[in-house]
C-alpha cells in the first residue's frame, strides 16, 4: 500500500470521526463502558483465582510421630521427608513445643489442662506444604507406612473440595470473560452499525464509480480501531481507579484477604483491554460495513 493512499486513509477516517462526532462519540462511551465492565470482571476472576491459589499453597500435612522413638529416628524421618518431590517447607514440633501452643489456646479454659493432671499426651510432629498442592493425597500415603509416624492428617474431603472449587472458579472465569468479549463485540458492532448506517448513501455512490471493497472498508476500519483504542484508554483509566479504590477499601476492612497487587498487574490487565478494544473496534467496523457493501 503506498504511503499517500493511507495518509488518504488515515485523513478519511480522522473526517468521518468529527462528521458524525455525536455517534463516534455514543461509540467511544460504549465502548469504554463495556470494557470497563470486561475489566472489573478480570480483576475479579484473577483475584479469585489468586485467593484459591493461595488456599492451594496453605495445605498442608500434618505427621504425628510415635513416642517411643528416638531422637535420631526423627531425624532421620525428618531427611526422608525433605526428599520427597514437591515438598516446599517443613517445619517440627517438638512434645513440649506442641504443649506450650496448646496452653496457650486454652489459657480460658484451664480445666481442661487441669484434667491432664501435668502429663503431655501431645506427640511429636512435622508440618509439610507443598509447591504442587495436588501432591499432598500421595505423599499422605506414602508418609503413612514408616514406622515411626503414628498418623497424618490433611482433611482430604476438605482439600478434595478445595480442587474442586478451584477448578471451577478457573474454568468458570474464562467462560465468563469469553463471554463478555463476545457480548461487547456485538454492543460496539451495532454502534458503530448506526454510524456506517448514516454514511450508507456514499458507500454506495464510492461502489458505483468503482471503488473496491478494500478501498471503502479501510477508513471505517482505521476508524473503528481509533474508536477502540480511545474507548480502551478511558476503560484503563476507569478501572485502575476502581481497582485502586477497591484495593484500598478492603484492605481497611479485611486485611487478611489475599489480593492481586495493584502492579504490575494493572499494566498487564490494561494492555490487554486495549489490545482487544482495538481488535473489537476494527471487527465492529468490518462486521457493520459487510451489508452495505453488496450494492
Do not use: C
Amino acid at each position: 500500500m503506498k504511503i499517500r493512499t493511507m495518509r488518504y486513509f488515515i485523513k478519511e477516517a480522522f473526517q468521518s470521526f468529527r462528521r458524525n462526532s455525536f455517534m463516534s462519540i455514543a461509540s467511544v462511551a460504549t465502548v469504554a463502558l463495556s470494557l470497563f465492565i470486561l475489566g472489573i470482571f478480570m480483576t475479579l476472576v484473577a483475584n479469585l483465582d489468586y485467593f484459591a491459589e493461595n488456599l492451594e499453597n496453605q495445605v498442608q500435612i500434618s505427621i504425628y510421630l510415635k513416642d517411643d522413638i528416638s531422637t535420631d529416628q526423627i531425624m532421620t524421618v525428618g531427611k526422608r521427608l525433605k526428599a520427597l518431590p514437591d515438598v516446599k517447607d517443613i517445619t517440627f514440633t517438638n512434645k513440649d513445643q506442641a504443649m506450650n501452643t496448646l496452653k496457650e489456646r486454652m489459657k480460658d479454659q484451664p480445666g481442661i489442662l487441669e484434667a491432664l493432671e501435668g502429663k503431655n499426651p501431645l506427640p511429636s510432629s512435622y508440618e509439610i506444604t507443598f509447591t504442587n498442592p495436588e501432591s499432598v493425597k500421595k505423599t499422605a500415603h506414602i508418609v503413612a507406612d514408616y514406622p515411626e509416624v503414628e498418623s497424618t492428617h490433611y482433611g482430604q474431603e476438605i482439600i478434595e473440595q478445595l480442587f474442586k472449587i478451584t477448578t471451577v472458579i478457573r474454568w468458570g472465569g474464562i467462560a465468563l470473560i469469553i463471554f463478555l468479549t463476545l457480548a461487547t463485540l456485538f454492543i460496539i458492532s451495532n454502534t458503530i452499525r448506526l454510524t456506517v448506517f448514516a454514511r450508507r448513501k456514499e458507500i454506495g455512490i464510492m461502489k458505483y464509480v468503482g471503488a473496491t471493497n478494500w478501498f471503502i472498508r479501510w477508513p471505517f476500519l482505521l476508524e473503528g480501531l481509533m474508536l477502540g483504542f480511545i474507548g480502551g484508554i478511558i476503560a484503563d483509566f476507569l478501572l485502575i481507579q476502581f481497582y485502586e479504590f477497591a484495593t484500598v477499601a478492603i484492605h481497611s476492612s479485611l486485611a487478611f484477604l489475599p489480593m492481586v497487587s495493584m502492579y504490575p498487574f494493572m499494566y498487564r490487565a490494561g494492555v490487554i483491554l486495549l489490545i482487544i478494544s482495538m481488535i473489537i473496534g476494527a471487527i465492529g467496523s468490518t462486521i457493520s460495513l459487510k451489508r452495505y457493501m453488496k450494492v
